[in-house]
T-cell receptor, first 115, second 113 residues
């Protein structure tokens, strides 16, 4: 069956360190992968998108990598701050089939950055 | 733009009652999505519309759930009759096209007692 796994349910790090979150998938051929941030009581907010033919994308302190051979994406937050504490979701858009508009979400990793 | 607007923010109802959740997408967006989020299953797509037409409703749990989009600025998700296992946060999202970035509303937290 098709599956998306975000390796950690929770990740605790110290302020100033780099947070690295992992998203693995099986049995998909994604057109692209997205990362979203979700704060308690709110809907997910889009952060970054990376396409299947791209290896890396950056936006300010955020960096995403995409390895279609390993079927894995890594999401990095450098110089992390307590304000980065949130749940981060990865989502795949499939590259085939009738459901081409569907994003499939992972369950998320809850990041806590301690001062 | 005010973003995607959902109402109500919270709904508490008793088993067997009808529940209607509402969504106003971002003006100009052609695709609208309804999701359900629980701790156990995460964020799951229930149904999505393109240009007001339902495209994929394979995520709708059962016949108790129905969704409509009578025009480009309004959609409803109805549960009739509601059951305790329907308790979850329901999100609406919209996007320019079905493969574009999705913008989520704040969600409706539903509790069925």
């Amino acid at each position: 069956s098709q599956k998306i796994e975000q390796n950690s349910e929770a990740l605790n790090i110290q302020e100033g360190k780099t947070a690295t979150l992992t998203c693995n998938y099986t049995n998909y051929s994604p057109a692209y992968l997205q990362w979203y941030r979700q704060d308690p009581g709110r809907g997910p907010v889009f952060l970054l998108l990376i396409r299947e033919n791209e290896k890396e994308k950056r936006k300010e302190r955020l960096k995403v990598t995409f390895d279609t051979t390993l079927k894995q994406s890594l999401f990095h937050i450098t110089a992390s701050q307590p304000a980065d504490s949130a749940t981060y979701l990865c989502a795949l858009l499939m590259n085939y089939g009738g459901s081409q508009g569907n994003l499939i979400f992972g369950k998320g990793t809850k990041l806590s950055v301690k001062p | 733009d005010a973003g995607v607007i959902q109402s109500p923010r919270h709904e508490v109802t008793e088993m067997g009652q009808e529940v209607t959740l509402r969504c106003k997408p971002i003006s100009g967006h052609n695709s609208l999505f309804w999701y359900r989020q629980t701790m156990m299953r995460g964020l799951e797509l229930l149904i999505y519309f393109n240009n007001n037409v339902p495209i994929d409703d394979s995520g709708m749990p059962e016949d108790r759930f129905s969704a409509k989009m009578p025009n480009a600025s309004f959609s409803t998700l109805k549960i009739q009759p509601s059951e305790p296992r329907d308790s979850a946060v329901y999100f609406c999202a919209s996007s320019l096209g079905s493969r574009d970035i999705q913008y989520f509303g704040a969600g409706t937290r539903l509790s069925v007692l």
